[in-house]
């Protein structure tokens, strides 16, 4: 089965700092790769996806992700925080082929300090 | 706009009674599915449903029963039978195959 592990649950970084935030999967093959953003009592938005080639992945909000296979890491990063982007981060997967069986990592709280 | 309706926005009910929460669509999406959020736990898969007239059990239907008799709609009865139904439900859809699950804003129920 696959799963989705995100070692941080609570990260402060100082407005302008950088950022990244940690996703490990596990899943037999490549699996499908996702980083949404909830802000609090909200929905979720998609930040980001990967499913094949490139493996640095842009996507909205200026934040970026790279997939290494050989570490089963996603990792999300933003090269300076707003305080803005404070928020619960949920890094996912899916099986290749279909966003129909996501699997969510427990989340990641981002505190940004002005 | 297109997008996904939840309502209410929070629910409170009293324990034992059966509460029916409401997901609307007008995306033209296939796909739609139900979560539960609980502090520390990430997401949870309730129920899907791939087609109208047809729905699977996720990772923690138990106490939970969905319909789906048009596309465009998906309710979730939280029923008596859940043990501890305090939560955030959110409700997403998606294309039959597509790659991105859309969400919608949630609705908190508080059962006291």
């Known amino acids: 089965a696959q799963s989705v592990t995100q070692p941080d649950i609570h990260i402060t970084v100082s407005e302008g700092a950088s950022l990244e935030l940690r996703c490990n999967y596990s899943?037999?093959?490549?699996?499908?790769l996702f980083w949404y953003v909830q802000s609090p009592g909200q929905g979720l938005q998609l930040l980001l996806k990967?499913?094949?080639?490139?493996?640095l992945v842009q996507g909205i909000k200026g934040f970026e992700a790279e997939f290494k296979r050989s570490q089963s890491s996603f990792n999300l990063r933003k090269p300076s925080v707003h305080w803005s982007d404070a928020a619960e981060y949920f890094c996912a997967v899916a099986p290749t082929g279909t966003a129909s069986k996501l699997t969510f990592g427990t989340g990641t709280r981002l505190q940004v300090t002005l | 706009d297109g997008g996904i309706t939840q309502s209410p926005k929070y629910l409170f009910r009293k324990e034992g009674q059966n509460v029916t929460l409401s997901c609307e669509q007008n995306l033209n999406h296939d796909a739609m599915y139900w979560y539960r959020q609980d502090p520390g736990q990430g997401l949870r898969l309730i129920y899907y449903s791939q087609i109208v007239n047809d729905f699977q059990k996720g990772d923690i239907a138990e106490g939970y029963s969905v319909s789906r008799e048009k596309k465009e709609s998906f309710p979730l009865t939280v029923t008596s039978a859940q043990k501890n139904p305090t939560a955030f439900y959110l409700c997403a859809s998606s294309m039959a195959r597509g790659d991105e699950q859309f969400f919608g804003p949630g609705t908190r129920l508080t059962v006291l």
């Open positions: 990967y499913f094949s080639g490139d493996t």
């Open positions: 899943y037999g093959a490549t699996p499908y």
